[in-house]
Structure formats: structure tokens, C-alpha cells
């Protein structure tokens, strides 16, 4: 039986008379225009920067690994209980070089990890199962002592986390909680090769650093083969040093374009872009590159390899370094369009290999005026392009009254006409 039903339809509470005709309504028909309670919102909002650096598992649970050199005493802490209690293991190396030991080997649904080393050079974490990777890289250095620290010092830093995670199919990107690198003032070798051939890793950490000055090699083959990353981050540096990223990409299949590299002056840092793309199989559209000052070998093999790529990006400098455009889109095979080449004074090795075998190719505009004699300064530059029957005409347009000079520019079947650009 329902009581309420029984109820006499005049109550009096507290000396106030309240009238209704059921109590079978909903809330809103008994309170009606009255404020209903608002349940307390006990959720936190996911921070990265002050988490741990944390495993966990996709399902399941996984067996995570710190491997270590013999020779290296590292010591890592890590937390299986969302970071109540921590537990300390030390690698106690036998003196012997060439082998690795274990430094943990835990099982567990989800793993933070913290310590104090100057760096993790040679060292692996690995993983057995797909799992999602994400808080602040920096608990590694910095132990509980993480929070808000945004620099990595020179010296003592060298080498941070080179390699940390290379080969390791089973690190994923999580769709909410993010990885993040917060360095500002990075150390050479820093990152170097960091997620190399993380296969399945499909979203990249932000890199905020804008300064890489006396930072060689930071990001050199950071996310080389990464098969399944669909972007790259932002690069937001000017200033470069020698090799920060070269190779940084190669190999990541699923790019559809780079990021914007804002540099203008690329003096002394050579290689600084070289192998940045290479044989990224998806690039079909290149970044703009404004830089007017170069460095050697800057540009090597940048986008060597890149089947999708038509358009080349404007090349403004006018002075040359050894190397600079050395082999940068080599085979590059529906490339249409090359940028003009307005350096008049050639340097060696500047064009080597640089639009080989890009088979739609069917001009070049280059304006230089001297120093065809020099190394390797127009070898095989333009050998086996326009050679798709895409291509009627191959012209190479020169400055006028150069169109003697030693082109080096095939003859036969796929010959180049040279002519006077007036």
C-alpha cells in the first residue's frame, strides 16, 4: 500500500501550510520553481605537470623494465598505488662494461616512476603490453622535486633522456592525459632518439624550447619511425645549434606536413635540418624555410625520399654553404615544381644529388655565375629527373649569357635544354 496516498492533503510544517494533490509527481512538480541541490563536483581536472611520469596499462596490467648498464648505478623510485608509497631500487653494477641488469621489474595496472640521476644514457624503459605513457618526463630527473622545474642543465644533463623509450611498440599516446617534456633550456643529446620506433606512438609532446644555442644534437632522431604519428609538434626555436634536428622525423609515414621552422639564421649549425624527412612516405606539403643565412649541410637530404611531396619550398639564400642543398629532394618523384636558385657563387657540394631521380621535374631555374670548377658542386643534380612521360620538356633556365658553363645536365634520351633566363 502506498502510504503517501493516505496522507491528509493539508500539512503543517514548522507553522507553514504547504498544499499539493499527490505525491506521485516528480521533484520538479513538488518543489517547482525551488533551487534543486547541485551535487558537489569532486573531479580533478588531470594535470601533467605535477604527475609523475606514469605507465598504465590498457588493460590489464603490465610488466614495466628499467634496464641499465652494468658500469651505471642508477637508482629509480616508482609507485604502483596512484603515488601513496614509493619503493627504491638500485642498479648495482658489477663493474663489468657491455652487459645491462635490471633495475626494476614490476607488474602492475598503472606505474609511476621518479629519480635523481644526471641522465638516463644507454638506459630503457620498456613495457610488454600496450600502455598509455603520459605526465612530466622531468620526475625522472628531479625526483619529488619536480614541479615547476624547466631546465636541464648543460654539463650535467648531457644526454637526459637519449633513447629512453626507443624500440617499444607498445607506448601509446593517451586521448586526455598528456606527456610533457616542459624543458625551456635543453642540454645536447637531450632527447636524441627518444621515441625512436615507437611504432603505435600517434601523438608527439610539445617542444617549448625556443633557444637551442650550445644544444647539439637535442632533438637529433627523436621520433625516428615513429610508422603511426600523425603530426609533428610545434617547433618554435630561432635559434639552432648543429644536428638539433636532424633526422627527427624520418621514417614517420603518416606526416602529411612539417611544422613551421621559423629560423632565419642557420650560421655554424650545420646539419641542423638534414634527414628531417627523409622518406616520410605522406609529406605532401613541405614548410616554408626563410632562413637567408646557412649553415653546411643544413639542408641534407631534408626531404630525400618523399613520394607525395609535388612543390619545393622557397629557397631564398644567396649565399651557399658546403653541402647546404646536398641530395635535399632526391628522389622526390612528383615533384613539379623547384624552387629558383638565386646564389650566384656555387660552393662545393651545394646541388649534389639535389633533384635526383625526381622523375616529373621538368624545370630548374638557377642563376649562379661562378664556381662550377669546385668538388661535386652540380654532380648528378638533376640526373634521371623529368624522365615520367608526365614531362614533354626538361629546361634548365641560367643567367644570361651562362648558358656555356659546365651545367653537368644529361643529354640523350632525357636530355635538358639549357637557356639564357632573360
Given at each position: 500500500?502506498?502510504?503517501?496516498?493516505?496522507?491528509?492533503?493539508?500539512?503543517?510544517?514548522?507553522?507553514?501550510?504547504?498544499?499539493?494533490?499527490?505525491?506521485?509527481?516528480?521533484?520538479?512538480?513538488?518543489?517547482?520553481?525551488?533551487?534543486?541541490?547541485?551535487?558537489?563536483?569532486?573531479?580533478?581536472?588531470?594535470?601533467?605537470?605535477?604527475?609523475?611520469?606514469?605507465?598504465?596499462?590498457?588493460?590489464?596490467?603490465?610488466?614495466?623494465?628499467?634496464?641499465?648498464?652494468?658500469?651505471?648505478?642508477?637508482?629509480?623510485?616508482?609507485?604502483?598505488?596512484?603515488?601513496?608509497?614509493?619503493?627504491?631500487?638500485?642498479?648495482?653494477?658489477?663493474?663489468?662494461?657491455?652487459?645491462?641488469?635490471?633495475?626494476?621489474?614490476?607488474?602492475?595496472?598503472?606505474?609511476?616512476?621518479?629519480?635523481?640521476?644526471?641522465?638516463?644514457?644507454?638506459?630503457?624503459?620498456?613495457?610488454?603490453?600496450?600502455?598509455?605513457?603520459?605526465?612530466?618526463?622531468?620526475?625522472?630527473?628531479?625526483?619529488?622535486?619536480?614541479?615547476?622545474?624547466?631546465?636541464?642543465?648543460?654539463?650535467?644533463?648531457?644526454?637526459?633522456?637519449?633513447?629512453?623509450?626507443?624500440?617499444?611498440?607498445?607506448?601509446?599516446?593517451?586521448?586526455?592525459?598528456?606527456?610533457?617534456?616542459?624543458?625551456?633550456?635543453?642540454?645536447?643529446?637531450?632527447?636524441?632518439?627518444?621515441?625512436?620506433?615507437?611504432?603505435?606512438?600517434?601523438?608527439?609532446?610539445?617542444?617549448?624550447?625556443?633557444?637551442?644555442?650550445?644544444?647539439?644534437?637535442?632533438?637529433?632522431?627523436?621520433?625516428?619511425?615513429?610508422?603511426?604519428?600523425?603530426?609533428?609538434?610545434?617547433?618554435?626555436?630561432?635559434?639552432?645549434?648543429?644536428?638539433?634536428?636532424?633526422?627527427?622525423?624520418?621514417?614517420?609515414?603518416?606526416?602529411?606536413?612539417?611544422?613551421?621552422?621559423?629560423?632565419?639564421?642557420?650560421?655554424?649549425?650545420?646539419?641542423?635540418?638534414?634527414?628531417?624527412?627523409?622518406?616520410?612516405?605522406?609529406?605532401?606539403?613541405?614548410?616554408?624555410?626563410?632562413?637567408?643565412?646557412?649553415?653546411?649541410?643544413?639542408?641534407?637530404?631534408?626531404?630525400?625520399?618523399?613520394?607525395?611531396?609535388?612543390?619545393?619550398?622557397?629557397?631564398?639564400?644567396?649565399?651557399?654553404?658546403?653541402?647546404?642543398?646536398?641530395?635535399?629532394?632526391?628522389?622526390?618523384?612528383?615533384?613539379?615544381?623547384?624552387p629558383t636558385l638565386p646564389a650566384e657563387t656555387l660552393v662545393s657540394d651545394c646541388y649534389y644529388y639535389m633533384f635526383k631521380n625526381c622523375a616529373r621535374l621538368g624545370s630548374v631555374t638557377c642563376l649562379a655565375t661562378s664556381g662550377f670548377e669546385l668538388t661535386r658542386v652540380l654532380s648528378e643534380w638533376i640526373t634521371n629527373a623529368g624522365t615520367d612521360e608526365s614531362v614533354t620538356t626538361r629546361t634548365l633556365y641560367v643567367k644570361s649569357g651562362h648558358s656555356g658553363e659546365n651545367w653537368k645536365a644529361p643529354t640523350g634520351t632525357y636530355a635538358w635544354n639549357i637557356v639564357d633566363n632573360q
Amino acid at each position: 500500500m502506498n502510504l503517501f496516498k493516505k496522507l491528509p492533503k493539508i500539512i503543517f510544517l514548522l507553522g507553514f501550510t504547504l498544499s499539493f494533490t499527490s505525491c506521485e509527481g516528480t521533484l520538479d512538480d513538488i518543489f517547482g520553481e525551488w533551487d534543486r541541490p547541485t551535487p558537489a563536483d569532486t573531479s580533478q581536472k588531470f594535470d601533467p605537470l605535477v604527475t609523475p611520469l606514469t605507465f598504465e596499462a590498457v588493460s590489464g596490467e603490465i610488466t614495466l623494465t628499467v634496464q641499465t648498464p652494468l658500469v651505471e648505478g642508477k637508482t629509480i623510485e616508482y609507485s604502483v598505488d596512484n603515488g601513496a608509497t614509493w619503493t627504491s631500487a638500485t642498479a648495482k653494477g658489477d663493474g663489468n662494461a657491455g652487459g645491462y641488469i635490471e633495475v626494476i621489474s614490476i607488474k602492475a595496472n598503472k606505474i609511476l616512476l621518479r629519480g635523481k640521476n644526471d641522465n638516463y644514457y644507454d638506459v630503457y624503459i620498456k613495457v610488454n603490453e600496450d600502455s598509455y605513457v603520459y605526465g612530466n618526463i622531468m620526475s625522472l630527473i628531479f625526483g619529488a622535486d619536480y614541479i615547476g622545474k624547466y631546465t636541464l642543465d648543460k654539463e650535467k644533463n648531457k644526454s637526459a633522456f637519449s633513447h629512453l623509450f626507443s624500440y617499444n611498440p607498445h607506448i601509446l599516446s593517451h586521448e586526455s592525459k598528456e606527456l610533457v617534456l616542459p624543458a625551456t633550456s635543453l642540454a645536447p643529446k637531450c632527447y636524441y632518439g627518444l621515441f625512436m620506433e615507437c611504432t603505435n606512438l600517434k601523438r608527439a609532446p610539445a617542444l617549448p624550447a625556443t633557444d637551442l644555442t650550445g644544444c647539439d644534437q637535442c632533438y637529433m632522431d627523436m621520433f625516428e619511425a615513429c610508422r603511426s604519428l600523425i603530426a609533428t609538434p610545434a617547433l618554435p626555436a630561432t635559434k639552432l645549434s648543429k644536428k638539433c634536428y636532424t633526422g627527427i622525423f624520418h621514417y614517420c609515414d603518416k606526416l602529411k606536413e612539417g611544422s613551421v621552422l621559423p629560423a632565419t639564421d642557420l650560421t655554424g649549425c650545420d646539419d641542423c635540418y638534414a634527414n628531417m624527412f627523409f622518406h616520410c612516405k605522406g609529406i605532401i606539403k613541405a614548410p616554408d624555410l626563410p632562413a637567408t643565412k646557412l649553415a653546411k649541410e643544413c639542408y641534407y637530404a631534408m626531404f630525400c625520399g618523399c613520394p607525395e611531396l609535388e612543390i619545393a619550398p622557397d629557397l631564398p639564400a644567396t649565399q651557399l654553404e658546403e653541402g647546404c642543398y646536398d641530395t635535399m629532394f632526391a628522389s622526390c618523384s612528383k615533384l613539379t615544381k623547384a624552387p629558383t636558385l638565386p646564389a650566384e657563387t656555387l660552393v662545393s657540394d651545394c646541388y649534389y644529388y639535389m633533384f635526383k631521380n625526381c622523375a616529373r621535374l621538368g624545370s630548374v631555374t638557377c642563376l649562379a655565375t661562378s664556381g662550377f670548377e669546385l668538388t661535386r658542386v652540380l654532380s648528378e643534380w638533376i640526373t634521371n629527373a623529368g624522365t615520367d612521360e608526365s614531362v614533354t620538356t626538361r629546361t634548365l633556365y641560367v643567367k644570361s649569357g651562362h648558358s656555356g658553363e659546365n651545367w653537368k645536365a644529361p643529354t640523350g634520351t632525357y636530355a635538358w635544354n639549357i637557356v639564357d633566363n632573360q
